[in-house]
């Protein structure tokens, strides 16, 4: 399973953006938990949320507070991380993840994963 994170780009504070997680190489999307990660500059990776095989999301709520949300498109293969009212610090490059799950569960951690996308940078000025 290959995974293409796009979507980044530079942005105000204030704006949105909808990341994209694609995976191609003949796989069932369908039936992989996804998660994104982020890496601010001079941090560790960050848990930022992640969508179960069923459609079930969760945030960290450390950050997120309400201003992301997540979809998938199963036809594409793809899952959306629609981030809005972006802050400085939600700077950071962005990773999409997955593993193929048979149960409905969202994983946190980056060691559950199997599979990881490219970075994708977000910059949002003030």
């Known amino acids: 399973v290959q995974l293409q994170a796009s979507g980044g780009g530079l942005v105000q504070a204030g704006d949105s953006l909808r990341l994209s997680c694609t995976a191609s190489?003949?796989?069932?999307?369908?039936?992989?938990?996804v998660g994104w990660f982020r890496q601010c500059p001079g941090k560790d990776h960050e848990f930022v949320g992640g969508?179960?095989?069923?459609?079930?999301?969760?945030f960290n709520s450390a950050f997120v507070k309400g201003r992301f949300t997540l979809s998938r498109d199963n036809a594409k293969n793809t899952v959306y991380l629609l981030m809005n009212s972006l802050k400085p610090e939600d700077t950071a490059v962005y990773y999409c993840?997955?593993?193929?799950?048979?149960?409905?569960?969202?994983?946190?951690?980056?060691?559950?994963?199997?599979?990881w996308g490219q970075g994708t940078q977000v910059t949002v000025s003030s």
């Open positions: 993840a997955a593993r193929l799950s048979s149960q409905n569960i969202v994983y946190s951690a980056r060691g559950d994963y199997e599979y």
């Open positions: 190489g003949g796989t069932t999307f369908s039936t992989y938990t």
């Open positions: 969508i179960s095989r069923n459609d079930d999301s969760i």
